[in-house]
């Protein structure tokens, strides 16, 4: 007893295996969490030492170098950048995908170890960071304060009940806050009282904090009872602070600290401001954890906000600035909306050409019993359902229904030639058994290349691979569905349909006439074909060779853009701009920006000192009448207006995160900063004068201005103070010096001392700080020391230990950065002179095409390979497959023609999407191939086998290849909002495969007749 004996007696057995595996895709659908994209971590390490107080190139030459030096050798380390700035050096690892990244992490642990002796003593251990792409926050929000409202009771608020409310939620890992403020006690000192009493900033500092102490005097026992005493020094109140005694006045009159300083609350000096829409603002960004359901967490995170708002006092608002699942929810919906069109589409297809209902429902129930089958597959792996792994279902969605409709198509054609229907089922099914599970197989081969070589596309075959597994899976549940379910419901369904000349009236009537008319008009152009078939095959490589030509002049770009989720620009100001400055600048640009685009839902600044960046928060994309280079172009035109300004636009596109799309890199490596700088001035020059650049950045900090205060240590020495003495009191003058806590509210608070702002607002009043020696003498800083202006680095980059310079340039629309690159280049070799230590390379879009494109011949080769190699065991022949994969190539005749009528760039997905077609494109092949075969195996002569062959597999070939043409055109030619990265698997399955038809019912009989020709004289050959 064969399978398809025991299955067709045993069919409620079949059905009910069949029910089961749907119901377990169904369940895992509803619990499958919903992520954008699959779940990855790069391998990428950071290791951050911090060192006090060291400027750049004392951390570069004591800290980095050294660490460099040390982790240089580790294995799996594909490139080592480092940042040396001023009190902290980080060194970026980034290794190969694919390792095991807990063995690395622990070798980089014990090295540090080994280090630690050799670093400085005041630097503090390395810590060791891994990056995690779970630290991208899924939530960020702001809370605004409108009109005069007091900052002071919203920074607690926030920072107190605010952010524990949301790090409470189920899901949520943490909630960052950003351009908070503590709250502090400034002791605002009057400098000119300060001297009249001889004091200083550090001396009055000591006394204060010893005078607010609370002390453990021991304990008293009286009565039996035993007391702890406590004497409590401690300040209460404001007050209390303002009338501590500090010394006494010559006539002996006590000399309190609201007799040389005001005593108030304030905020601390910030590091940034944040400010949306022109009021003060405080972001918070929130952390999932690790294994939570993005979607979830986003929802309560949303529902949370609400209620917050419900309690915040008048005038604050707590403001959505992004959140993830937006795009999340939009692509899915547009994914799941094309392949259910793509669907619909494809059973309309079934439906004519069965133009019977029963047997369109046959092939109807396959799409959602392979499909959930998939999804099952892919929550039993921990798999999610994001972009790509619904691509993949979509991309299969066409794949699916073939093998069911080659059988169904067989079993039909035995029942209506009279057989009973079990015989034809078994038959039919039998027959197409091979060629099926061959077709599938060559299918699921060109996946394999892409599921088990993805690390070597690194970040773009690890998106990739969950792609490649949800189309394994849902052809693999096809071929089973095709085999095994077909036949059993062509059983149960099939008997009553009309067959024969009966097979209805009216519109089936007229359908099934011009399909007749169809394989007559085919049948007559095929014998036309065979009979010239040197002047179809010169047509047909004519075409060929006109493709390869052309394919170099099209658009190249690595990744489609998927969209924007908001507009951000990062601004550089002159060095040296204050905090304040910076703010006011950017508030100028946030007011120019709600004045143009008054659609915008909001604008966003955190100042930072000499820069800043702008986040201008992006309404639906049907709601946006600029595109997004056009806001560019407007905003761009704003900025060079203002002298010394530099800006880069930062993209928020998720593809933007792979390789560089759209970007040129020039890397100057050497080992002195002035020619590297030199150099990067005259590339900059080069690049602000061609009009293929758009913009340009450079990876570097500009140098910013310090005023050195160098002391005179003989002279220092003399008088009895320290340098460390005048370091001290700057530093309280400036910034503050700590002088313990004040206890008289709720939560602690800092008592700072400084001079207040009028006295410490230029470097005159810096002459005039005093310091005071053992002998109580006051000895002016001018006395000891000189003021020195200088520029210093902001900061020193290092790639693979050598110093680097990384500028990048991103091209215009309609310009490669290959061209860029070359004119670059030129001026390079012609126009600039540099010493031997100074090397000029490139990177970006065109490294990364160079570099993912030999992974992808080699997978590409390597598919091919398995594809062949399939057929060869299937066909026990060299020559069969060897016919099938001449007509391979002719895909890249559709690919092209495609491209050229969307006018759309080639990219990586147009590579991926390749490989994948070169799968299905033989299967169709293998069918005709195979039939034409079987055809000569009855005595029919090669030519009359493949007229036969062609017109008996017209119905079938034409029924698969417009299903998954169908079910591909909505996707590829309407993708909407979110789709942009699958469109061009669509534009490649459609127009290669629908190229690749046309070879294959033309050009596979005239090469099969030409490699088994003279064959025929064999005896027993039918003409």
Same mark, same amino acid.
């Given at each position: 007893?064969?399978i398809?004996?025991f299955?067709?007696?045993?069919p409620?057995?079949?059905?009910t295996?069949?029910c089961?595996?749907?119901?377990?895709?169904f369940?895992?659908a509803?619990?499958l969490?919903?992520n954008?994209?699959?779940?990855?971590n790069?391998?990428i +390490?950071t290791?951050?030492?911090?060192?006090?107080?060291?400027?750049?190139?004392? &951390?570069?030459?004591?800290?980095?170098?050294k660490?460099?030096?040390?982790?240089g050798?580790?294995?799996?380390l594909?490139?080592?950048?480092?940042?040396?700035?001023?009190s902290?050096s980080?060194?970026?690892l980034?290794?190969a995908?694919?390792?095991?990244?807990?063995?690395?992490?622990?070798d980089i642990?014990?090295r540090?170890?080994?280090?630690a002796a050799e670093?400085?003593?005041?630097?503090?251990?390395?810590?060791?960071?891994?990056f995690?792409?779970?630290?991208?926050?899924?939530v960020?929000?702001?809370?605004?304060?409108?009109?005069d409202?007091?900052?002071?009771e919203?920074?607690?608020?926030?920072?107190k009940d605010i952010?524990?409310?949301?790090?409470q939620l189920?899901?949520?890992?943490a909630?960052?806050l950003k351009?908070?403020r503590?709250e502090?006690?400034?002791?605002?000192?009057?400098?000119?009282?300060?001297?009249a009493?001889?004091?200083?900033l550090?001396t009055?500092?000591?006394?204060l904090?010893r005078q607010?102490?609370?002390l453990?005097?021991?304990?008293l026992d009286?009565?039996g009872?035993?007391?702890?005493i406590?004497?409590d020094?401690?300040?209460?109140?404001?007050?209390?602070?303002?009338?501590?005694?500090?010394t006494s006045?010559?006539?002996g009159?006590?000399?309190?600290?609201?007799s040389?300083?005001?005593?108030?609350?304030?905020?601390?000096?910030?590091?940034?401001?944040?400010t949306?829409?022109?009021?003060?603002?405080?972001g918070?960004s929130?952390?999932?954890?690790?294994?939570?359901?993005v979607?979830?967490?986003?929802?309560?995170?949303?529902?949370?906000?609400?209620?917050?708002?419900?309690?915040?006092?008048?005038?604050?608002?707590?403001?959505?600035?992004?959140?993830?699942?937006?795009? &999340?929810?939009?692509?899915?919906?547009?994914?799941?909306?094309?392949?259910?069109?793509?669907?619909?589409?494809?059973?309309?297809?079934?439906?004519?050409?069965?133009?019977?209902l029963?047997?369109?429902?046959i092939?109807?129930?396959?799409i959602?019993?392979?499909l959930l089958a998939?999804?099952?597959?892919?929550?039993l792996?921990?798999?999610?359902?994001?972009?790509l792994?619904m691509?993949?279902?979509?991309?299969?969605?066409?794949m699916i229904?073939?093998?069911s409709?080659?059988?169904?198509?067989?079993?039909?054609?035995?029942?209506?030639?009279g057989?009973?229907l079990k015989s034809a089922?078994?038959?039919?099914?039998?027959?197409m058994a091979?060629?099926?599970?061959?077709?599938?197989?060559t299918?699921?081969?060109?996946?394999l290349?892409?599921?088990?070589?993805?690390d070597?596309?690194?970040?773009?075959?690890? +998106?990739?691979?969950d792609?490649?597994?949800?189309v394994?899976?849902?052809?693999?549940?096809?071929l089973g569905?095709?085999?095994?379910?077909?036949?059993v419901?062509?059983?149960?369904?099939l008997?009553?349909v009309?067959i024969?000349?009966?097979?209805g009236?009216g519109?089936a009537?007229?359908?099934?006439?011009?399909l007749q008319?169809l394989?007559r008009q085919?049948?007559g152009?095929?014998?036309k074909?065979l009979?010239n078939r040197g002047?179809?095959?010169?047509t047909?490589?004519?075409?060929?060779?006109?493709s390869?030509l052309?394919?170099?002049?099209?658009?190249?770009q690595?990744?489609p853009r998927?969209?924007e989720?908001?507009?951000v620009?990062?601004?550089?100001?002159p060095r040296g701009?204050?905090?304040d400055?910076?703010?006011?600048?950017?508030?100028?640009?946030s007011?120019f920006?709600?004045?143009?685009?008054?659609?915008?839902?909001?604008?966003?600044i955190?100042?930072?000192?000499?820069?800043?960046r702008?986040?201008?928060i992006?309404?639906? +994309?049907n709601?946006?009448p600029?595109?997004?280079?056009?806001?560019?172009?407007?905003?761009r035109?704003?900025?060079?207006k203002?002298?010394?300004?530099?800006?880069?636009?930062?993209s928020?596109?998720?593809?933007?995160?792979?390789?560089?799309?759209?970007?040129?890199v020039?890397?100057?490596?050497?080992?002195?900063?002035?020619?590297m700088?030199?150099?990067?001035?005259q590339?900059?020059?080069v690049?602000?004068?061609?009009k293929?650049?758009?913009d340009f950045?450079i990876?570097?900090?500009?140098?910013?201005?310090?005023?050195?205060?160098?002391?005179?240590?003989?002279?220092?020495?003399q008088?009895g103070v320290?340098?460390e003495q005048g370091a001290?009191?700057?530093?309280?003058?400036?910034?503050?010096?700590?002088?313990?806590?004040?206890?008289g509210?709720e939560?602690?608070?800092?008592i700072v001392?400084r001079?207040?702002?009028?006295?410490?607002?230029g470097?005159?009043d810096?002459?005039?700080?005093?310091l005071v020696?053992?002998a109580?003498?006051?000895i002016?800083l001018?006395?000891?020391?000189?003021?020195?202006?200088?520029?210093?680095?902001?900061?020193?980059?290092?790639?693979?230990?050598?110093?680097?310079?990384k500028?990048t340039?991103?091209?215009?629309p309609?310009?490669?950065?290959?061209?860029l690159q070359?004119?670059?280049?030129?001026?390079?070799d012609?126009?600039?002179?540099?010493?031997?230590d100074l090397?000029?390379?490139?990177?970006?879009?065109?490294?990364?095409?160079?570099?993912y494109?030999r992974s992808?011949?080699? &997978?590409f080769?390597?598919?091919?390979?398995?594809?062949?190699?399939v057929?060869?065991?299937?066909?026990e022949?060299?020559k069969s497959?060897?016919?099938?994969?001449l007509v391979?190539?002719?895909m890249?005749?559709?690919?092209?023609?495609g491209f050229m009528l969307?006018?759309?760039?080639v990219?990586?997905i147009?590579?991926?999407?390749?490989?994948?077609?070169a799968?299905i494109?033989v299967?169709?092949?293998?069918?005709?191939?195979?039939?034409t075969?079987l055809?000569?195996e009855r005595?029919?002569?090669v030519?009359k086998?493949?007229?036969e062959?062609?017109?008996?597999?017209?119905?079938p070939?034409?029924?698969t290849?417009?299903?998954?043409?169908?079910?591909?055109v909505?996707?590829?030619?309407?993708?909407?909002e979110g789709?942009?990265?699958?469109?061009?698997f669509?534009?490649?399955i459609?127009?290669?495969?629908?190229?690749?038809t046309v070879?294959?019912l033309?050009?596979?009989?005239?090469?099969?007749?030409l490699?088994h020709?003279?064959?025929d004289?064999?005896p027993?050959?039918?003409k």
């Open positions: 007893m064969n398809f004996q299955i067709l007696k045993h409620l057995a079949v059905i295996v069949f089961l595996i749907t119901l377990l895709g369940l895992m509803l619990t969490p919903l954008l994209y699959p779940d990855f790069p391998p +390490l290791v951050v030492t911090i060192y006090p107080q060291a400027t750049p190139e004392e &951390i570069e030459e004591q800290v980095t170098k660490l460099e030096e040390k982790l050798s580790i294995s799996g594909d490139k080592m950048s480092s940042y040396s700035g001023n902290v980080r060194i970026v980034e290794f995908y694919g390792l095991s990244m807990i063995s690395i992490e622990n642990r014990s540090l170890g080994q280090l670093l400085p003593r005041e630097a503090e251990v390395p810590v060791l960071y891994k995690n792409i779970n630290d991208e926050p899924i960020e929000l702001a809370i605004k304060a409108g009109g409202q007091d900052l002071k919203i920074f607690r608020l926030t920072e952010k524990s409310s949301f790090e189920e899901g949520v890992a909630a960052e351009g908070i503590d502090v006690v400034e002791v605002s000192v009057i400098r000119n009282r300060l001297e009493f001889s004091l200083n550090t009055l500092a000591g006394m904090r607010n102490r609370k453990g005097s021991g304990t009286e009565g009872i035993e007391y702890s406590q004497a020094g401690g300040f209460s109140s404001l007050e209390d602070i303002r009338k501590t005694v500090l006045s010559p006539g009159a006590p000399v309190r600290v609201g040389l300083a005001e005593v108030f609350t304030t905020l601390e000096d910030p590091d940034d401001l944040v949306l829409d022109g009021s003060p603002a405080i918070i929130i952390m999932k954890q690790s294994d939570a359901n979607v979830e967490t986003t929802d309560q995170v949303l529902s949370h906000v609400q209620r917050v708002n419900g309690i915040l006092p008048e005038g604050y608002e707590l403001v959505v600035i992004s959140e993830s699942t937006d795009l &999340i929810r939009l692509v899915i919906s547009t994914i799941m909306s094309s392949g259910l069109l793509g669907g619909l589409l494809a059973m309309s297809v079934i439906l004519f050409f069965l133009h019977r029963r047997p369109t429902l092939i109807f129930i396959s959602p019993v392979s998939a999804v099952g597959g892919l929550g792996l921990g798999k999610s359902l994001n972009i792994t691509g993949g279902l979509v991309l299969g969605l066409g229904v073939d093998g409709i080659v059988v169904l198509e067989n079993i039909m054609v035995y029942y209506e030639k057989v009973p089922a078994m038959q039919g099914a039998r027959e091979a060629p099926i599970t061959g077709s599938t197989l299918s699921i081969c060109v996946f290349p892409l599921l088990f070589l993805a070597s596309l690194d970040l773009l075959g690890v +998106l990739f691979k792609m490649s597994l949800s394994i899976l849902a052809l693999s549940a096809s569905f095709s085999l095994f379910l077909v036949p419901l062509s059983v149960l369904l008997p009553g009309k024969g000349k009966q097979k009236g519109p009537k007229i359908i099934e006439r011009g008319a394989e085919y049948l152009i095929l014998k074909v009979r002047a179809v095959l010169l047909a490589l004519t075409l060929l060779v006109s390869v052309v394919f170099p002049r099209l658009d190249w690595f990744l998927t969209g989720k908001s507009f620009v990062d601004v550089d100001f701009t204050s905090l400055m910076s703010e006011k600048n950017l508030m100028e640009i007011d920006m709600k004045r143009e685009m008054p659609w915008l839902k909001g604008v966003l955190t100042a930072k000192r000499g820069k800043g702008i986040l201008g992006l309404p639906p +994309l709601m946006r600029l595109s997004h280079e056009e806001m560019k172009d407007l905003i035109k704003e900025l060079r203002r002298e010394g300004t530099d800006y880069e636009f930062v928020t596109d998720d593809t933007t995160k792979v390789g560089n799309t759209g970007k040129l020039v890397y100057i490596r050497g080992t002195s900063r002035e020619p700088l030199l150099a990067e001035q590339i900059l020059t690049l602000a004068s061609r293929e650049v758009l950045s990876d570097r900090e500009k140098e910013r201005p310090e005023l050195s205060v160098s002391f005179f240590r003989d002279r220092a020495f008088m320290s340098m001290a009191e700057l530093r309280a003058a400036l910034t503050g010096i700590k002088a313990g806590e004040f206890r509210q939560d602690p608070l800092d001392i001079l207040r702002p009028e006295d410490r607002s470097r005159s810096l002459n005039r700080i005093f020696n053992p109580g003498v006051r002016p001018s006395n000891i020391a000189e003021q020195k202006e200088s520029l210093i680095p902001g900061g020193l980059e290092r790639e693979n230990q050598v110093r680097t310079i500028i340039a991103q091209t215009a309609g310009y490669s950065t290959g061209d070359r004119r670059i280049q030129n001026y390079i012609t126009r600039m002179t540099h010493s031997e090397h000029i390379d490139f990177g970006g879009e065109t490294e990364d095409a160079l570099t494109g992808m011949v080699f &997978i080769a390597l598919a091919v390979l398995l594809v062949f190699a057929m060869v065991c299937q066909f022949s060299l497959p060897f016919i099938i994969m391979l190539p002719f890249f005749v559709g690919i092209v023609l969307m006018s759309l760039p990219s990586m147009t590579i991926i999407g390749s490989v994948m077609l799968g494109v299967n169709n092949g293998i069918v005709m191939v195979d039939y075969n055809l000569r005595g029919m002569s030519s086998a493949c007229r062959a062609g017109r008996s597999r017209l119905r070939v034409l029924m290849t417009m299903t998954t043409v169908l079910a591909m909505p996707l590829g030619f309407f993708p909407g789709a942009a990265l699958l469109q061009p669509g534009i490649t459609v127009g290669g495969l629908l190229v690749s070879a294959t033309l050009l596979i009989p005239v090469l099969y007749s490699f020709k003279g064959e004289s064999r027993g050959r039918s």
